[in-house]
């Protein structure tokens, strides 16, 4: 299991603003280790953001994104208080799943 | 003597239903290519391992997108130092954005990312890249079942692919 993903919600407005840092090592499969191996490729394939039981973001990702991703995207039908639940696959089969609560 | 007749029986059904297998996921591609967008469960594995931006963009189900400029770059550097993290903005005005995809040109691999965007999300996004050189970046945005693109180069002073 990887590290947890630092989660940011807070309202904007009647917008929610969330920002996502997630710890994980996006390895592109084309660089190359002391012993001229190629190191494989391991990377975040899928992130899904859901509220109040609502897909309000899905992304699928490639091996340019970088290395601890960043996310940042904005919704509306949501308030302070409502959890917010950020989870994301990668292509060796790991998963992570992490909520936070919707500042005002 | 049965064993090896068993062993050839096995190893040609085996190689009949994976090329079958094959066959749909072609057939698929080919009859619906912008259903493959529109999933948001399954990875599309041809647009990520497309190269070049023509052929991402028809991977993606996007042919011959529009050129807009109904869309704005935010914050995104235009020379960034260090090309393992590049920050990228897009902001879509188009009226009904449901999809936007990032497509870096130089990179080994061109799709960097496809967000899916359900009704009430704003089409306004943010994330790193990572950029091999100095190249094109290109906004694929569908917007009420149509496909815009816009691009801006950015520049690098340092390459992120580098061992």
């Given at each position: 299991m990887a590290d947890p993903m630092k989660i940011r919600a807070k309202m904007e407005g009647d917008k929610t603003v969330v920002r996502v840092l997630m710890s994980h090592e996006m390895e592109t499969g084309q660089r190359k280790d002391s012993a001229g191996k190629?190191?494989?490729a391991h990377f975040i394939t899928e992130v899904t953001a859901t509220c109040n039981g609502k897909t309000v973001l899905s992304a699928q990702w490639g091996t340019s994104i970088s290395k601890n991703p960043y996310l940042q995207f904005q919704f509306s039908?949501?308030?302070?208080?409502?959890?917010?639940?950020?989870?994301?696959?990668?292509?060796g089969g790991d998963k992570r799943s992490d909520e936070a609560t919707i500042a005002a | 003597m049965t064993q090896v007749i068993n062993q050839d029986r096995r190893q040609a059904l085996k190689a009949g239903s994976a090329t079958a297998i094959f066959g749909m996921f072609v057939a698929a591609g080919l009859v619906k290519p912008s259903a493959a967008l529109a999933q948001a469960a399954g990875w599309n594995q041809a647009a990520f391992a497309a190269k070049g931006v023509d052929v991402t963009v028809k991977a993606?189900?996007?042919?011959?997108?529009?050129?807009?400029?109904d869309m704005s770059w935010g914050s995104t550097p235009?020379?960034?130092?260090?090309g393992a993290v590049v920050p990228v903005t897009v902001v879509s005005k188009l009226p009904k954005t449901e999809s936007i995809a990032l497509l870096v040109e130089k990179n080994p691999n061109t799709l960097s990312a496809v967000f899916t965007?359900?009704?009430?999300?704003?089409?306004?996004?943010?994330?790193?890249?990572?950029?091999a050189e100095t190249s094109n970046v290109y906004a694929l945005i569908k917007a009420d079942g149509k496909y815009y693109v816009a691009q801006r180069e950015i520049k690098v002073t340092l390459g992120g692919c580098g061992g």
């Open positions: 190629i190191i494989p039908g949501a308030k302070a208080g409502d959890k917010i639940s950020i989870n994301w696959v990668d292509n | 993606l189900g996007g042919a011959s997108p529009a050129q807009t400029k235009e020379i960034a130092e260090n965007l359900p009704a009430g999300t704003d089409p306004n996004i943010a994330t790193r890249l990572k950029l």
